[in-house]
């Protein structure tokens, strides 16, 4: 398996919502279901208190 992790700063004063304005993590979503049916997870947080919004993939059984 592999793991990215990204971690990104934000002020969380100018955000109010979980709601992002594009369609960037969908198109991801969606390609990692087509490129990797049941072989990825793909989690998302973000912490308004410290301004940090992170992403998390992880990819199994990757075949080379």
Same mark, same amino acid.
């Given at each position: 398996k592999i793991t990215f992790e990204v971690r990104n700063s934000f002020n969380p004063?100018?955000?109010? !919502? $979980? %709601? +992002?304005? +594009? =369609? +960037?993590?969908d198109n991801v979503t969606?390609? $990692? %279901?087509?490129a990797y049916t049941n072989q990825h997870e793909l989690l998302q947080s973000i912490d308004y208190k410290n301004g !940090?919004? !992170? =992403?998390? $993939? !992880?990819l199994w059984d990757i075949k080379t």
């Open positions: 004063e100018s955000h109010t !919502t $979980l %709601e +992002g304005e +594009g =369609i +960037g993590l969606k390609r $990692l %279901e087509l !940090t919004f !992170t =992403i998390k $993939l !992880t």
